[in-house]
Structures are given as C-alpha cells and as structure tokens.
C-alpha cells in the first residue's frame, strides 16, 4: 500500500472513529438528560404529596410551600383565585419545604388535618393567622394547634397522629426533593413540570392558563 492510500485509510478511519464517538456522546447525552428529567418529575410530585382538585386534571400546579413563610401566605388568595378559574384543569400539589424555625410541627399539624379530612380548612386557618403563631425566632405552636382546633381539627387525635414517626419520614423525603431540585426558597413553583419563569401571581396564572389552553385545543 503506497503511502497516499495509507493517509487516505487513517483519515477514513479516524472520521469513522470520531463520528462513531460523536454519536456515542449524542446518546449519553440524550440519555442522562432523559434520565434527569425522570429524576425531576418523580421528585417533583409523590404519591404521598397532599393535592387540592382534581386528580386527573391535565394542569398540575407543584408549589414548594413552608406554612411559615409569610411570602406564601400572600400568593395563597391568589392562588385560591386560580384554581378557582380552572376548577376541572387545574390541581395543586403541596411540597412541603420546612425551611423555618417550628415549620415541621406546623407540617405536622396539616398532616394531622389531613388524616381527618380538614387539610383545606385547617391550612386556610394556619395562613390566615399565621402572624400570631409563626415567629421565626420563638414560634407558639400552642396557637397554631388552637386555630387548627377551631377550624374543625379535633386536636387530641391531631397530636397523636402528628407523634407518629410516619409524619417524620415524609417530613424528610420532601426535604430531601427539595435538595435535589434545588430548591432555594418559598414559595417555589412547576407548572406541569416546568418552573416559574418569573416571580408572581400574574406570571404564575398566565403559565397556567397558556397550559389550560394547550391541553383544551382539539
């Protein structure tokens, strides 16, 4: 083999090489970032997760919420206002995102509610009042007890179930979706998978009605 056949074979064969380890990178890369968006949406909503609307609604709204932050409790009316435009497209997933001092009891107390079938009323109960009892530095969960106890939660029954070391485990698996997606502060919001470009009720409701269209078109 003269010498030009031989540069013309190592060329042939270094353009095989190369594109043969192009495509190889082309599908690791497909394939991680598929198995990374598996990782985000499992992570993002779980069987155990507290929902509000209805459950086959094609729009899921995921908001990782602290009972504490008081950002949260200004976008729940909101909130509330958007799921009430879309009462049969739109459902809410509660993260629970325990970033402030005495919010695991206050996690706790709306899983009690829960159990009873008062999670709405009693979550309603604990944003409503949630300056007397939510002081970041010295919170009085007596008073959140109180309010939850007045909004329907019988309360005896409520502090047993919220001792119950289930509470602590689900308490720490949305903690730990919290680490993996990042999530830096509350409230956090995922329109049907993707976050909230842009902070507030305004931008949140457009995503969510851009959704409510797509999936209502023929």
């Given at each position: 083999?003269?010498?030009?056949?031989?540069?013309i074979?190592?060329?042939?064969?270094?353009?095989?090489?190369?594109?043969?380890?192009?495509?190889?990178?082309?599908?690791?890369?497909?394939?991680?970032?598929?198995?990374?968006?598996?990782?985000?949406?499992?992570a993002?909503?779980?069987?155990?997760?507290?929902?509000?609307?209805p459950?086959?609604?094609?729009?899921?709204?995921?908001?990782?919420?602290?009972?504490s932050?008081?950002?949260?409790?200004?976008?729940?009316?909101?909130?509330?206002?958007?799921?009430?435009?879309?009462?049969?497209?739109v459902?809410?997933?509660?993260?629970?995102?325990?970033?402030?001092?005495?919010?695991?009891?206050?996690?706790?107390?709306?899983?009690?509610?829960?159990r009873?079938g008062?999670?709405?009323?009693?979550?309603?109960?604990?944003?409503?009042?949630?300056?007397?009892?939510?002081?970041?530095?010295?919170?009085?969960?007596?008073?959140?007890?109180?309010?939850?106890?007045?909004?329907?939660?019988?309360?005896?029954?409520?502090?047993?179930?919220?001792?119950?070391?289930?509470?602590?485990?689900?308490?720490?698996?949305?903690?730990?979706?919290?680490?993996?997606?990042?999530?830096?502060q509350?409230?956090?919001?995922?329109?049907?998978?993707?976050?909230?470009?842009?902070?507030?009720?305004?931008?949140?409701y457009?995503?969510?009605?851009?959704?409510?269209?797509?999936?209502?078109?023929?």
């Amino acid at each position: 083999m003269n010498r030009r056949a031989t540069v013309i074979l190592t060329a042939i064969l270094a353009l095989t090489l190369f594109s043969g380890s192009t495509v190889y990178y082309r599908n690791e890369q497909v394939r991680r970032a598929q198995a990374l968006a598996a990782t985000t949406a499992e992570a993002l909503v779980r069987d155990h997760s507290p929902m509000i609307g209805p459950p086959d609604a094609p729009v899921t709204i995921v908001e990782f919420f602290d009972p504490s932050c008081e950002a949260c409790r200004a976008f729940y009316p909101p909130l509330k206002q958007i799921l009430g435009l879309f009462p049969n497209d739109v459902r809410l997933v509660i993260r629970y995102t325990a970033f402030h001092e005495g919010s695991n009891m206050a996690v706790k107390i709306l899983e009690a509610a829960r159990r009873q079938g008062k999670l709405e009323p009693v979550l309603n109960a604990l944003l409503q009042f949630q300056p007397e009892w939510a002081d970041h530095d010295k919170p009085d969960l007596e008073i959140a007890w109180r309010r939850a106890g007045e909004a329907g939660l019988d309360i005896g029954q409520g502090k047993r179930d919220a001792a119950l070391p289930e509470l602590d485990e689900l308490l720490q698996k949305d903690m730990a979706d919290v680490k993996t997606l990042e999530v830096k502060q509350t409230p956090t919001f995922f329109v049907n998978g993707q976050p909230l470009a842009e902070f507030g009720p305004r931008p949140l409701y457009d995503m969510v009605k851009r959704e409510v269209e797509k999936h209502r078109k023929p």
